[in-house]
């Protein structure tokens, strides 16, 4: 069967303990980016490296390392519909931390539903939450081994606005702890409180890369148009709202 190019010869550093944002037109790439950079989805050419090491050829030990060490929350949730939402939660914790009592586990996994105020889904099942509840927990998933490069897809995306503050809320926490986060988003509050770096992409490739200042300042009008969308300001940056937004959530 035929297939396409999702990506593009494309070169892209992730700096150690920063935060990068993802943002393109719908289909440009931005998930796929993100699955690829996270070693889900291999790519068919060139290589993945993890603090200069090929995802692909590291040893079983140092790839068992690399796992541990981050989270992903899908776009999707991808939630096991079979199993409850505790029994998500705990999952990363049995296949990272095995060594690890059942008595602890559940004392994780409660921390981590009333932290994010969902203190009474544990015994649920994800069919019976709500889409943004689903994605939530999905998150909470992400974060509950404590990763030191954390991966977010639309975190916010269908998620009402009280979860989404308190989404948004707890990614500023862990940012403010020095964790790595690539994040593909489009909602511009969550940009302004998390990129310190923002990538571009159209069609698969590259348009431009940096600091958040230097692309939010770019002239190249593939850029402003992907920041327009965001930020629903078609003519002019001259207003600079996304530094109003900055100025009320400092990176």
């Not at 939660?89 to 059942?102: D, F, G, I, N, W």
């Not at 998620?159 to 986060?181: F, Q, Y």
Request: charged fraction near 25%; hydrophobic fraction near 40%.
């Amino acid at each position: 069967m035929g297939g396409y190019e999702v990506l593009r010869e494309l070169s892209i550093s992730f700096p150690s303990g920063k935060s990068t944002v993802i943002m393109g037109p719908s289909g440009c790439g931005k998930s796929t980016l993100l699955k690829v950079a996270a070693g889900l989805i291999p790519p068919d050419r060139g290589s993945v490296l993890y603090q200069g090491d090929d995802l692909y050829w590291m040893s079983e030990r140092r790839t068992r390392e690399m796992r541990r060490a981050n989270g992903f929350a899908f776009q999707d949730a991808a939630l096991w519909e079979n199993k409850s939402i505790g029994e998500n939660l705990a999952l990363p914790l049995r296949v990272h931390y095995p060594h690890l009592s059942e008595k602890e586990l559940t004392h994780r996994v409660t921390r981590m539903l009333e932290s994010g105020g969902l203190s009474e889904a544990a015994p649920l099942r994800p069919a019976q939450l709500s889409g943004g509840e689903r994605k939530f927990v999905s998150f909470l998933r992400a974060v509950i081994i404590e990763p030191s490069l954390l991966f977010l897809d639309s975190p916010t995306g269908t998620v009402d606005p009280s979860l989404a503050e308190r989404l948004t809320a707890m990614i500023r926490d862990i940012k403010s702890k020095g964790c790595t986060i690539i994040a593909v988003t489009h909602d511009r509050r969550l940009v302004s409180t998390l990129a310190d770096r923002l990538v571009i992409l159209t069609a698969g490739t590259l348009v431009e890369e940096g600091d958040f200042d230097t692309v939010k300042n770019s002239s190249d009008p593939r850029t402003r148009g992907v920041l327009a969308e965001v930020l629903g300001e078609i003519a002019s940056f001259d207003t600079d709202v996304l530094t109003l937004l900055d100025e009320d959530n400092p990176r």
